[in-house]
């Protein structure tokens, strides 16, 4: 029987510097394309996963302007995140320098909690997709900005479940994890970390991080195979990164550093002020 747990959603951090990000904007922008991606259909339900059933809780009020993580699945500037984090949104922009650059399109699936992202934003390094399932107990490795800090959360695969947003009926499948160690140390919220990828030890992003239970220390990601049929969906990656192996902590937070400092994995903002929508970015 599925088992119900209480679970928080992780986009909302940092007003502050969402503000700085959309400073000093003087081109203007066209409106942003949404478009869904919906596999679902009477003719091919999609599987349930799992016994333990998780709730994330909806933010109340609706959507408001917010921080997450994204990153590059292709050099010329698809980018994954979660679609909590641009669902609702006016505008959303990927963090270039001090400002944001406005996305032109973003295709969010109905069936993960997963949204691609195209920006004229490249990236010289993408990560690799995989559709392939991990093995339980073996490590993962969650990349970010909780709290708007770079963070590598460690943790190790429980199994499969099924999680539901609110109150919507519809469940989707999800992957459960214990966390084990962040580097650098400490135990405040995962918020922000939303959208940032979870690697496996053989070097594949096997997910993007959608929510957390804070009381109970496990970190839920989407299922592989519904990150590659969004990715495919979308037709915006032409290329097949080479996955190495992570041979543990120190070479998992070893990359996590160069991949920040190259911009390959990168905050993402939220904002849904309608007033503002004209301004441009810097």
Known sequence: MARKQGCSCLPFALGALLL???AMQNLAVPPLQVEQFDPRSPRRPMPQWGDEQ????DRPGGPADSMGTAFAVDRDGAWLTAEHVTHGCTRVGLEDGRFARPV???LESREADAAMVEADLASPDALPLADAMP???TPGYHMGFPAGEPTLVVSEFIGSASARRG???LTQPVLAWAERGRVPAGNGTLSGISGGPI??????VVGVNSAATDRRGRILTTAPDAVVRLATASRAIDERPVAYPIAGISD????FAAWLDQGVIRRIFCDVDESRSGLGGG
Do not use: K, N
């Open 199 to 204: 690697l496996a030890e053989d070097g594949h």
């Open 54 to 57: 998780f709730v994330i809780e």
């Open 104 to 106: 032109a399109r973003v």
């Open 167 to 169: 109150r919507s009926e």
């Open 20 to 22: 700085l990000a959309w």
């Open 135 to 137: 093995q339980p107990g």
């Open 252 to 255: 998992a937070s070893a990359r």
